[in-house]
């Protein structure tokens, strides 16, 4: 049987909001350069899955 998924997944994926910006140097109310979360994508640990989540949410918002 199927797991139910969470209605707010998105949400509560996000569990530090900013601190990618923070930790990419890029200041409050720019957009992050897609170059630069492509380059933090590759890096491995947390900052590496902040970047992957962003390009991934990123891709979502094009339907709009």
Not at 28 to 45: C, D, N, R, Y
Request: hydrophobic share 35%; aromatic share 2%; net charge positive.
């Amino acid at each position: 049987m199927a797991q139910k998924r969470p209605k707010k997944w998105i949400q509560q994926a996000i569990k530090k909001p900013g601190a990618l910006r923070k930790t990419l140097g890029v200041k409050e109310g720019k957009t992050i350069p897609v170059k630069k979360l492509q380059e933090a994508a590759k890096k491995s640990g947390v900052t590496g899955k902040r970047a992957r989540l962003a390009l991934t949410l990123r891709k979502l918002r094009k339907g709009k």
